[in-house]
Each structure stands twice: as structure tokens, then as C-alpha cells.
């Protein structure tokens, strides 16, 4: 009678497709776009798949799935331009235009990413603070400045805590390179890297209200509480457009100018984006529908808001949010 053996390509799928989340945020840490990290990732699983019988086992199968997807996105990240966020390119606006901002279709701009994409409810906690940390928009709009090789040696050795050979030999360069870079790259990132002062806290009841303060403030429209979310040097920015402003007054004016939804005309639902607070928010449609329009990404100080990046063209079903909500 026959023995029957596990092919190698099937030993491979049932080893590897735990680390498929894991794959997508390095994938997304290296390129900020959840679209090209998802590719990325399929790639990196193609060419592991057909080159896994010469995996000889001198590292494990994870180390060896990094190695292969750090090297495809630098191949991808070759001549393309960096994906920043409005507060990147230049300083705030002073005053509120009344005309219509225009979007800037020429800038390839940061994505944010569903932290259930990222994280599920196996993964331990300790595992999901690390995923938080380093997915955060901050930080990665800050890794998007770095040249290539350099945002990859500090995501291998910050973010996933590599040793410099290692490092070395997943970029076939030599340890002294390693650290020379590295270097810089720390240089650069001082202030955006994660620290233990950026670790997700536990909301206070003074933040839950805030909150609460925030969801009732948009969906009324009311310019006056918008104001009194923000701390003074609030940021609020909201790619494709190129104008971002600072400060409550200004956040408040913004809404008021340019939201083109009126008093009880917006619904927030709340979800998780880069390991930060979010909300989908909703605006009323002809039919009395309220429809996707936004997704608001926040950054809370004590009691206030500190910074929120609104995104436009969000697919809600990926953030766990229902296509649409009725009046």
C-alpha cells in the first residue's frame, strides 16, 4: 500500500499562512499604501511558494518571508515617489479659502490601514501594542521621507528588533554598513519613531466624554463645540487636498467652508485605523441615506483632540463599517 506524503507546497501554505498579517504591515510600514502592501504580499507568498524546496532551513521560515518581502518592496519602491501627508509638504494654510479646495491628483498620497487587517483576536496583547506603535500615522508618514534602503534597515532592526547581521544579510550589505545607516536614519526619525510615551493607554473618562463631545460637535455642525475639541496646535489635514490648517479656529472654519453637509446632515461610527481612535463618517444622501464620505483618524491629547488626518475614498467595508446608515 502507497505512503501518502505531504507535498513540500503544502507544508509551505500551512506554515506560512500565519504570518500573512504580520507580512501585510511590514509590507504597508515599507510602501504606506495598504493597496501595494497587499500586492507586495502576494508577491513575496508567489515566490516563496515556488522557490520554498531550496529553503534549506539556516533561518526560520518567518526571518526567511521577511527577507524575501523587504527585497520586493525595495525592487517596487524603485522610482517611485514617497506617499506623504498634506503636513509634510509645506506649512499650514493662515486663513480658510471660501472658494472650493481642489485636490492634488499628482501626489500619491499616505493610506491608512484597518488595525483588523493587521491584528486579530489571537494575537497576543503584548503583540498588538508593537503593531499599534509602529503602524501609527505619524510614524509612518515619517518613515515615507526616508530613502528606501534606509527605512528598511530601521524598520528590521526598531520595528522588528533584527540584529545587524541579520539585517546584513537580508540586504547583502555588511553589519558596519548596517549601523552606518541605520544611524541616519535614527537621525532623521527622532522625533516620529515609537517610544514608551506613545504606547496605547487605556482611555480616560475625560477622553471618553471628549469623545462623545467630538461624534455630537460634527454631527450638528456646531462651529462653536468643533472649537473647543482642539488644543492650540491642533493639526487637521485631508489628503488629496494639499491645504492643512492648525488650531480649532481654523478646524472649526474648515468645517464650516468646505463640508458641504449642513446641521444633522453627518453620522460617525466609530473603528480603528493604525492603531489609533477613528470614525467613519457618513453623510446624508437625497434619499434621507447616509453614505460613506470620510474616515477621521484621531490623536487625542488629555482632553483634547491633538491631531486628525481625514481621509477621502475610504472602502468602510475593510474598517468593519456598514456601507451605509439610515436617519
Known amino acids: 500500500m502507497p505512503v501518502t506524503t ?7 501554505v500551512a506554515q506560512a499562512d500565519s504570518y500573512r498579517r504580520e507580512l501585510l504591515a511590514h509590507c504597508y510600514r515599507m ?23 531550496g529553503f534549506e532551513g539556516r533561518s526560520s521560515l518567518r526571518t526567511w518571508l521577511y527577507k524575501i518581502a523587504t527585497t ?23 486663513e480658510v479659502p471660501r472658494e472650493k479646495v481642489v485636490e492634488s491628483g499628482e501626489v500619491p498620497w499616505l493610506q491608512p490601514i484597518p488595525d483588523g487587517m493587521i491584528a486579530d483576536q489571537a494575537t497576543d496583547p503584548a503583540s498588538i501594542v508593537g503593531l ?8 509612518i508618514a515619517a518613515l515615507q521621507h526616508l530613502p528606501a534602503r534606509q527605512r528598511a534597515v530601521l524598520i528590521l532592526r ?15 550589505i555588511s553589519t558596519a554598513a548596517v549601523n552606518s545607516v541605520l544611524q541616519r536614519a535614527r537621525a532623521q526619525l527622532a522625533d516620529a519613531a ?17 469623545l462623545e463631545r467630538y461624534v455630537a460637535a460634527f454631527e450638528a455642525k456646531d462651529v462653536d463645540a468643533i472649537v473647543g475639541l482642539f488644543t492650540a496646535e491642533a493639526v ?14 481654523l478646524i472649526a472654519q474648515l468645517t464650516a467652508r468646505q463640508c458641504p453637509a449642513g446641521p444633522d446632515g453627518l453620522r460617525l461610527r466609530p473603528t480603528r485605523a493604525n492603531g489609533q481612535l477613528a470614525y467613519g ?22 482632553e483634547r483632540v491633538r491631531h486628525v488626518v481625514c481621509f477621502f475614498d475610504v472602502d468602510f467595508a475593510r474598517f468593519g463599517l456598514p456601507e451605509s446608515v439610515s436617519s
Open 6 to 12: 505531504t507535498a513540500p507546497t503544502d507544508d509551505f
Open 31 to 53: 510602501l504606506g499604501s495598504l493597496q501595494d502592501a497587499e500586492d507586495l504580499v502576494q508577491e513575496t507568498y508567489l515566490k516563496a511558494w515556488r522557490s520554498y524546496a
Open 72 to 94: 520586493t518592496c525595495l525592487t517596487a519602491l524603485e522610482g517611485r515617489k514617497r506617499r506623504p501627508l498634506p503636513s509634510g509638504l509645506g506649512a499650514p494654510a493662515d
Open 132 to 139: 499599534r506603535e509602529s503602524t501609527r500615522l505619524a510614524f
Open 158 to 172: 526598531d520595528v522588528l528588533k533584527w540584529r545587524a547581521a541579520e539585517v546584513a544579510d537580508a540586504l547583502h
Open 194 to 210: 515609537p517610544s514608551e510615551d506613545d504606547r496605547p493607554q487605556p482611555l480616560t473618562a475625560e477622553q471618553e466624554q471628549l
Open 236 to 249: 487637521w489635514e485631508m489628503p488629496p487636498f494639499e491645504l492643512w490648517v492648525r488650531g480649532g479656529e
Open 281 to 302: 463618517v457618513y453623510s446624508r444622501c437625497d434619499d434621507d441615506v447616509f453614505r460613506p464620505f470620510q474616515l477621521h483618524v484621531l490623536e487625542l491629547d488629555d
